[in-house]
C-alpha cells in the first residue's frame, strides 16, 4: 500500500471559511479530514451560502483528500431532560446535516447523548426517539449520522458497544446510520487495547456487537487518562496510555484500509504536532 493511498489526517478548523480547512490539510499532506460545519460551540448559525459551499466543492486541493466528513457540535444532547435544551438539540442536529449534506459530506459524527439522571433504558429510547424524529424531517438528505463510541464520562452514553447496536437495531432509519469509533474513548471505558492481541479482541468484541460493516471512521486519538477511567481526555500517539501497540495494528489491518483514520490531538496553528502524530502513524507501515 502505498504512503499516498492511506486515509490519514487531522481534524481541521474552519476559521475563515470552510473552504479554508482543505488548505490546512493539505498543507500537511493529510488524505483525510475532520470538520465542523459550523462553530462548535453555538447552537446556531446563518445559513451557508452558495458561494461559501462553491469554495470548498470546486476547491483546487479538494480532491486530493480522499475522504472528508463533518463532527457535530458539543452541546448536543438527543437524551436531554431540559425540554428547551432537547428542542435545541433536534434543530440543531437536523440544521448540520443538512449543511454536511450541502458540502457533500458522507456522514456526520455524532456523541449520542447524556441521560442526565434519567438512567441508561430511558437516556437511550429518548436518543432513538430523537434521531427518528430528525431523520423524519429531512428524507433527502443523503448524510448518515455516525454515532460515535464515548468514555462513559459522567451519564454519557456509548460507552458500551451495546449501546450503539441497540440505537441502530431500533431506529425506523437503521440504513441512515453508522459508527465513528475513538481509540481514546473506547480505552477510558474500559474496552483493551493494550497489546495487539486485546486490540484484535476489542475490535472482535466490535464486529460481534455493532459489526465492522457499520464502522466508517476511527479517531486515531491516545488517552491521558488511564484504562477505564471514563474521563475523556486525548493524548499525543505514543505519549498516553494507550501505548504503540493499537496503533501499529490499526495501521497495519488490512480490513481498516478504506477507513478514514483521523486525529483530535492538542496542537497550535502550524500543525506541528499533527505531521509528528501522522509521522508516527505512517512509520508503522
Not at 452558495?50 to 457535530?72: C, K, M, T
Not at 497495519?252 to 501522522?278: H, Q, S, W
Request: aromatic content about 6%; proline content about 3%.
Amino acid at each position: 500500500m502505498t504512503k499516498q493511498k492511506i486515509l490519514l489526517g487531522a481534524h481541521m478548523s474552519i476559521g475563515g471559511g470552510v473552504h479554508r480547512a482543505i488548505e490546512r490539510s493539505r498543507s500537511i499532506n493529510c488524505t483525510a479530514m475532520q470538520i465542523f460545519v459550523k462553530n462548535n460551540m453555538q447552537w446556531f448559525a446563518r445559513p451557508l451560502e452558495r458561494a461559501e459551499i462553491s469554495a470548498f466543492l470546486d476547491h483546487a486541493q479538494r480532491a486530493e483528500l480522499h475522504s472528508v466528513f463533518a463532527h457535530a457540535n458539543y452541546l448536543i444532547n438527543l437524551a436531554a431532560t431540559n425540554p428547551q435544551f432537547h428542542a435545541n438539540s433536534l434543530r440543531a442536529l437536523s440544521e448540520e446535516l443538512v449543511r454536511a449534506d450541502q458540502l457533500q459530506l458522507p456522514f456526520l459524527v455524532l456523541h449520542p447523548g447524556a441521560h442526565l439522571g434519567a438512567g441508561v433504558e430511558a437516556g437511550l429510547a429518548k436518543i432513538i426517539d430523537s434521531i427518528d424524529r430528525v431523520l423524519a424531517d429531512i428524507p433527502k438528505i443523503k448524510t448518515l449520522i455516525a454515532l460515535e463510541t464515548t468514555a462513559g464520562q459522567g451519564s454519557c452514553l456509548g460507552d458500551r458497544f451495546e449501546h450503539l447496536a441497540g440505537i441502530i437495531a431500533n431506529v425506523r432509519e437503521p440504513e441512515r446510520l453508522c459508527v465513528c469509533l475513538d481509540t481514546a474513548h473506547v480505552f477510558a471505558a474500559g474496552y483493551e487495547l493494550a497489546t495487539e492481541k486485546l486490540t484484535r479482541k476489542t475490535f472482535t468484541e466490535f464486529d460481534r456487537v455493532i459489526g465492522l460493516e457499520r464502522l466508517v471512521a476511527l479517531h486515531v486519538n491516545d488517552s491521558k487518562t488511564a484504562h477505564g477511567s471514563r474521563v475523556d481526555r486525548h493524548e499525543h500517539i505514543g505519549k498516553g496510555r494507550i501505548g504503540l501497540e493499537a496503533f501499529r495494528f490499526i495501521m497495519r489491518d488490512r480490513r481498516f484500509r478504506k477507513i478514514p483514520k483521523v486525529l483530535e490531538t492538542p496542537k497550535g496553528k502550524d500543525l506541528a504536532e499533527d505531521v509528528e502524530n501522522m509521522k508516527t502513524l505512517r512509520g508503522f507501515l
